[in-house]
């Protein structure tokens, strides 16, 4: 039942010039060590790499992402305590799932290695790893609980959306009534590079206006995050908060354009249109306001990893049997 969230941002940790002599222990820091090699590497993770001055990566593969074994990593060492073998549930957008699920799996399988976090040192490795589409733990979390028992009958068996707003990319998932049943209609689901990195870009490009010069967007979602859309330049404080109204307006209007394209005259026959991700609850006022069906599922922002859990759930008890 425990959580961990932080942002997908890793940066390599070097020594320090000034030994810590200027701030205190940030979170998180991370050590990988690597069964079979000397050689031990250390990172900033979340926050802390924010700070420092860290990156996001993706890769359209998503295996080769440099960040995915230390991102993985520090959240395993976080959560799992009794440092037991794990049996992982992880998600993939829509449109790579099919043609990349195999080698996450196997990715994430071969995790044998020690993580320290801060002062806790765990053992890391896997039993099992099951890879979801993304938008189709949306689905799972609003209607099963993490054991896979049933929390909401009123959606089941109904025809229903998903819109799921990530940092990268936005996944739609059309679930179809037919005649034995639910059926995901693959023509009406997909991904696209509508994530909330977009709404951030179009702040970005509003406060390179007003600064006449180029604003960093690490700086912008800092701001964002931790300084209640207070961006400092030059001695000024510039308050990015009715920007980011019209960014995130704009860009929940992009998102809602895309998606009655691609569903067409169909959506009329959705019961509700289920919105989740980390953008879902920023977006979800203005989806009401397009869609009359929609509802927003409970801690949109962990609803994916909930619903993995749920769906792993399912099929390790159908394996039992």
């Not at 420092?52 to 993985?72: F, H, P």
């Not at 306001?289 to 929609?294: M, P």
Request: glycine letters at 8%.
């Amino acid at each position: 039942g425990k959580m961990i969230s932080f942002p997908s941002v890793v940066g390599r940790k070097f020594i320090s010039r000034l030994g810590g002599a200027l701030s205190g222990q940030e979170d998180f820091e991370v050590t990988l060590r690597f069964q079979n090699q000397d050689e031990e590497q250390s990172y900033f993770v979340g926050d802390a790499a924010m700070s420092a001055g860290g990156q996001r990566t993706w890769e359209e593969e998503a295996v080769k992402n440099r960040n995915l074994i230390v991102l993985v990593s520090t959240a395993i060492a976080l959560l799992n305590t009794k440092d037991e073998p794990v049996d992982l549930a992880v998600g993939l957008p829509m449109s790579y799932y099919n043609t990349q699920k195999n080698s996450i799996k196997d990715a994430l399988e071969n995790l044998n290695l020690t993580c320290i976090v801060q002062d806790r040192v765990c053992q890391i490795s896997v039993n099992s790893v099951f890879v979801f589409p993304q938008s189709a733990g949306v689905y799972y979390s609003a209607i099963h609980d993490i054991d896979g028992t049933i929390k909401n009958a009123n959606l089941i068996n109904k025809a229903v959306g998903i819109i799921d707003v990530g940092y990268r990319t936005a996944d739609i998932l059309y679930i179809a009534r037919a005649k034995k049943g639910l059926m995901p209609r693959d023509d009406l689901s997909g991904s696209h590079d509508l994530g909330m990195n977009e709404a951030h870009r179009f702040i970005q490009n509003e406060v390179s206006k007003i600064i006449k010069g180029n604003a960093d967007i690490l700086k912008i979602e800092k701001s964002l995050l931790w300084f209640n859309g207070d961006f400092e330049y030059k001695g000024n404080t510039i308050s990015l908060r009715k920007i980011q109204d019209r960014a995130y307006e704009a860009h929940a209007q992009a998102i809602t354009s895309w998606v009655k394209q691609t569903w067409g005259d169909e959506i009329f026959d959705l019961s509700a249109i289920i919105i989740g991700g980390g953008g879902g609850d920023s977006l979800f006022p203005y989806f009401k306001e397009n869609f009359e069906t929609a509802m927003k599922v409970e801690k949109p922002e962990f609803a994916n990893a909930l619903g993995y859990l749920a769906a792993q759930a399912l099929a390790m008890n159908i394996g039992k049997k």
